[in-house]
């Protein structure tokens, strides 16, 4: 009964950012980790940045530099500043919990998009 609802999708100018966010809520246990992923049309969903519970931090190579995942484990939030925007970084983008003590599950959302127009 796990929900993840993601905003701050939308159109932004080649070079320009935008802000993520991403809340966790119904029956949560622990959350193990929290991250996002992409996707664009005809290629495979990929990891974008994954933030876990001791703050470990991973990213993609392709956004090293230019994005900043950050979370807020009071709200169950987890956030993704995108900075120097470009067309390839237009996809939909989908937020992931890894959630579960005893049995780790993993939850998305429904997704929001992200196009940057050159």
């Known amino acids: 009964q796990v929900q993840l609802v993601e905003s701050g999708g939308g159109l932004v100018q080649t070079g320009g950012s935008l802000r993520l966010s991403c809340a966790a809520s119904g029956r949560i246990f622990s959350i193990n980790s929290m991250g996002w992923y992409r996707q664009a049309p005809g290629k495979q969903r990929e990891l974008v940045a994954r933030i876990t519970s001791e703050g470990s931090i991973n990213y993609a190579d392709s956004v090293k530099g230019r994005f900043t995942i950050s979370r807020d484990n009071a709200k169950n939030t987890v956030y993704l500043q995108m900075n120097s925007l470009n067309p390839e970084d237009t996809a939909l983008y989908y937020c992931?919990?890894?959630?579960?003590?005893?049995?780790?599950?993993?939850?998305w959302g429904q997704g929001t998009q992200v196009t940057v127009s050159s």
């Open positions: 992931n919990a890894n959630i579960g003590i005893f049995r780790a599950i993993d939850y």
